[in-house]
């Protein structure tokens, strides 16, 4: 296969999409990036503003405003634009108003011969990953969405402030859709190689089972807190749009909880929800099946339920 330059087109140049170029460009996560806007002027001034501070980064970056066509050769296309609910507006009326933004920037992006892994961030992103790999035709394992990857740091982030550990060796994941459905199965959450729950049990009281619940509370709640006090939320998503390309472009076979297509796995199909995945340099190689309990697969089975039944009601 031709190696390709680590290369990323990003479309939409709004809070979001700038924040995951501001990161790529401080931790020199790629080589090359293209912004696309519908607003074009608007992609010139932040590739100016971002290439300005390319003396102070240590990168050697290429940062340009370009078109379509520039993802002939891109490893990577991220897709971070899309339209605002209006007011009144009913989810599915602007799920479909987003399905021809996305018929836009796709029909051009596959025109010009891409076939490098697409990577939505988009709400509803779960929708939006699907909506991309149906207009696409792309396998859907080279369509992938930011999916719970975010939702899961805040939860490590909690879990380890709770028990005063590094996040990173906590072993914990948030599931299924990317928004009020999502769980954390509790059953598969571990500090180091020890259950959450059995942790709790062994110390005597300092550390409850009843706050974990309380835990995936706030991490569920965790955006809405930052939208009422800052109107949106773009750091985290970019930050973890980073981790994923980072995942792509050393071909690192890391387990992260990305928006794939589940094909039978936990009994469920065609239905794009947020699962344990194994990220490389070809998307996702494989989803990683955890042992759920009855509870816990019930809980993800309404979850995709609900995202099945929103996508086909688009009516692509």
Not at 20 to 31: D, E, G, H, I, K
Not at 47 to 75: R, T, V
Not at 90 to 106: M, P, Y
Not at 266 to 295: C, D, F, K, M, T
Request: with cysteine; aromatic share 8%.
């Amino acid at each position: 296969m031709e190696k390709k330059p680590r290369k990323i087109v990003l479309v939409g140049t709004g809070f979001v999409g700038m924040s995951f170029a501001y990161a790529l460009l401080n931790q020199n996560a790629c080589q090359e990036l293209v912004l696309i806007d519908i607003d074009t002027k608007r992609a010139m001034g932040e590739a100016m503003d971002l290439n300005h501070g390319l003396a102070f980064s240590g990168s050697h970056m290429k940062i340009y405003s370009g078109n379509y066509s520039d993802c002939a050769n891109a490893e990577v296309v991220a897709i971070c634009a899309g339209v605002a609910q209006k007011p009144g507006e009913s989810r599915l009326d602007l799920l479909q108003r987003n399905a021809e933004v996305f018929r836009s920037i796709v029909g051009p992006t596959m025109e010009s011969g891409f076939s490098g892994v697409f990577l939505i961030a988009t709400n509803p992103v779960d929708i939006m990953t699907h909506v991309t790999q149906k207009l696409s035709g792309m396998d859907p394992r080279r369509v992938i969405g930011t999916g719970t990857t975010l939702d899961t740091a805040r939860l490590r982030y909690m879990l380890g402030d709770y028990f005063s550990v590094d996040p990173r060796n906590i072993h914990a994941y948030v599931m299924g859709e990317h928004g009020d459905s999502e769980f954390v199965p509790w059953s598969q959450a571990l500090l180091a190689t020890k259950p959450v729950m059995t942790h709790c049990t062994d110390t005597g009281g300092k550390y409850c089972g009843g706050d974990m619940e309380k835990i995936s509370e706030e991490v569920k709640s965790a955006a809405q807190k930052i939208i009422e006090a800052k109107k949106a939320t773009y750091y985290g998503i970019g930050m973890s749009m980073v981790r994923i390309v980072r995942a792509i472009f050393g071909n690192e076979n890391s387990i992260l909880t990305v928006s794939a297509m589940l094909n039978g796995e936990y009994g469920e199909s065609n239905v794009y929800a947020g699962v344990p995945s194994v990220v490389n340099r070809n998307g996702v190689r494989e989803i990683v099946e955890l042992s759920l309990n009855e509870e816990e697969r019930a809980k993800l089975h309404y979850s995709c339920e609900l995202l099945r039944n929103l996508f086909n009601d688009i009516g692509l």
